[in-house]
């Protein structure tokens, strides 16, 4: 007798035991259960829920790996005046086992407090529940700290993740039955609590807050920062980087947010796998250029000058707009997650388009809340639900009208 | 049994819980989220609500059999109104500081659903006593989720329970913010008041399932 069907007897033995989700969760998670359905035939896909998340989780490796890389360059950059990149994608001063090492150690310790307290959590409930553990947490989990600061304190990540998961998802019932969408709730929660941690010129490199508390106890040392773009054009600053920096990542973020390049290969994959909505992706970028270019024309007009709070923002070109900030990551990862988007393919594009519009409209006039994104994103998921209500409602009234004229 | 009868506790008992004003009726919820950021201005809240209601369900009770019934909402709103004004003033003579935080709260007690609720639903139709005492009930009710809601809005908060440093200061870092800890601003905002409201009530249906209504 192999292992599988010790493995499976176990289950038999213990049927209906308090503790029995949580072990079948680990099997389901390790093996692949010989379960099998008893009535009726049944239509069985290759991508069910566990394989979707997986995909997910793959098309977010890259923005990881490159997150781990940037979190010590800029470190570097920052502590040591370290050489700027200067040889595009590869240059080998990005690369460095050095940058590496820095960001490694800093953002594994948030991908496991990501993944065992959420996990924990979804644990618990579902031996309350007495169902099997959802695996809806898996993509959550590593989406969460991707869109952090890289100097978040674990306890407050910890704080969210289980406000996060228990009020944004367990009392909706679940994986599949929450509104909005569980990543965004724990970086709005985050966002809300602690905003010292989440916005400034400080968090987004590793050291700078330690640093600044070491200058306040009477060390003698210079003070670092590295504010975000949006940051700084939200202060009417000039940006010292590059939109190639922009585009291929070189810039100070959340953890997985700066590359769009990579994120762009993300998406593409996604798309390929028929996991991500393209409809969505497309849609989002459509309406932050709409809104960005409808800005642009409002600057060149003449209507807001130099003077103007806005005016940064809102003569940035539009295209920078997609490159800046977690517009890329939003829409990419956040805006087409399957449960909380809308459902209709034309409901899509509306969804699409109004969280790409959004983003921008909050991200210029509420300097603020610097990212749009997160708020365009839970805005529109409440508002999925009412979109597809009037794209089906409208679908019915079109085929009524067809069989009237029809039977006319 | 010696001052109250069985009938008669029901009456003070049934709000503080199985029909409590907010949680089970969903009444008064514009103040439970308004004021609750601090629990002075929640218990003070409390108290004003049950002096109008408890004195204003008396006075109702007095005048149920003459109040034409087609004006009786008007009739109603002068008696809360006027009790309202007696707690305002009180508050502006004894308590300004507070009074100012509460601002425009107190004025709204007119407003607040629990107490037109309660007057319609019980003091047009009982007697002075039992009106009092149903008053007093679903005043203690209200108060009671304040209280709660105000406590741990102020605890994660600001850290302090009122107006005492519970957890240490967060300026000169000592006692838990020694550690690391840091308030919670979330806590401080009325959504937050909303989500703490919800979790009493989760609390609430999951252990009395009777509560939970069917869809």
């Known amino acids: ?408 | 049994m010696g001052l109250l009868s069985k009938k008669d506790t029901k009456l003070i008992t049934d709000p503080l819980a199985d029909n409590n004003p907010i949680t089970i009726q969903v009444l008064g919820i514009c103040s439970a989220l308004a004021i609750t950021a601090e629990l002075k201005a929640s218990i003070v809240m409390s108290i004003s609500v049950l002096f109008v209601l408890g004195f204003g369900n008396v006075i109702i009770s007095l005048m149920r059999n003459i109040i034409p019934s087609k004006i009786r909402i008007i009739v109603q709103l002068t008696v809360v109104a006027a009790l309202v004004i007696i707690v305002d003033q009180v508050l502006k003579a004894f308590a300004y500081e507070l009074s100012k935080t509460l601002s425009v709260f107190i004025g709204l007690i007119i407003t607040n659903c629990i107490i037109m609720g309660r007057f319609e639903a019980f003091a047009l139709a009982n007697g002075p006593w039992k009106s009092f005492l149903d008053g007093i009930g679903n005043s203690l009710g209200y108060g009671v989720i304040l209280i709660i809601v105000g406590f741990f809005r102020e605890l994660f908060g600001s850290g302090t329970l009122l107006g005492f440093p519970v957890l240490g200061d967060p300026i000169a870092k000592t006692g838990l913010y020694s550690i690391g800890y840091e308030n919670n601003g979330f806590m401080l905002l009325s959504p937050m008041a909303l989500i703490v409201v919800g979790i009493i009530i989760w609390v609430q249906r999951s252990r009395n399932k009777a509560l939970v209504e069917d869809h």
Not at chain 1, 80 to 91: P, T, Y
Not at chain 1, 257 to 269: A, D, N, Y
């Open chain 1, 1 to 408: 007798m192999g292992l599988k069907e010790n493995l499976h007897n176990f289950k038999v033995k213990n049927k209906g035991k308090k503790w029995l989700p949580a072990f079948s969760a680990i099997h389901t998670f390790l093996f692949l259960p010989n379960e099998t359905t008893h009535n009726g035939t049944h239509i069985k896909a290759a991508d069910d829920l566990k394989r979707t998340m997986n995909t997910v989780i793959m098309a977010m490796v890259p923005c990881l790996i490159f997150g781990m890389f940037n979190a010590g360059y800029q470190h570097h950059l920052a502590f040591d005046g370290i050489q700027a990149v200067s040889g595009g994608f590869f240059s080998p001063e990005f690369w460095t086992l050095d940058n590496f090492n820095v960001g490694f150690w800093k953002i594994i310790p948030l991908v496991l407090v990501s993944y065992g307290v959420g996990l924990g959590i979804e644990f618990i409930f579902a031996i309350i529940k007495g169902h099997e553990v959802e695996e809806g947490y898996l993509v959550t989990g590593m989406l969460v700290p991707l869109i952090v600061p890289i100097d978040i304190p674990l306890w407050m990540l910890a704080v969210a993740v289980i406000f996060g998961v228990v009020i944004g998802k367990e009392v909706f019932g679940g994986t599949g039955m929450n509104i909005l969408n569980p990543a965004l709730t724990i970086r709005a929660f985050l966002f809300f609590a602690y905003p010292t941690w989440m916005s400034g010129d400080k968090v987004w490199v590793e050291g700078a807050v330690a640093r600044d508390q070491a200058i306040a106890a009477g060390e003698n040392l210079d003070a670092v920062s590295g504010e975000t773009i949006l940051g700084t054009l939200a202060q009417g600053k000039e940006v010292a980087h590059s939109a190639a920096d922009m585009f291929l990542g070189f810039i100070p973020g959340s953890i997985g947010e700066t590359s769009t390049l990579l994120i762009l290969l993300g998406g593409l994959f996604l798309i390929f796998a028929k996991i991500g909505s393209w409809r969505i992706m497309l849609s989002s970028a459509l309406g932050a250029i709409v809104m960005g270019l409808i800005f642009n024309q409002i600057v060149d007009a003449g209507v807001i000058t130099e003077t103007s709070k806005f005016y940064g923002l809102m003569s940035t070109p539009f295209w920078h707009h997609l490159l800046i900030g977690g517009f890329a990551f939003g829409t990419v990862f956040m805006a087409t997650d399957p449960v909380t988007a809308a459902q209709t393919n034309k409901g899509k594009w509306y969804y699409g388009f109004l969280v790409g519009f959004i983003s921008i409209l909050i991200r210029v006039f509420n300097p603020a809340y610097p990212e749009g994104v997160m708020l365009a994103i839970l805005l529109m998921n409440v508002f999925a639900p009412t979109i597809d209500h009037y794209v089906v409602q409208g679908n019915v009234k079109k085929r009524k009208k067809r069989l009237k004229v029809k039977t006319a």
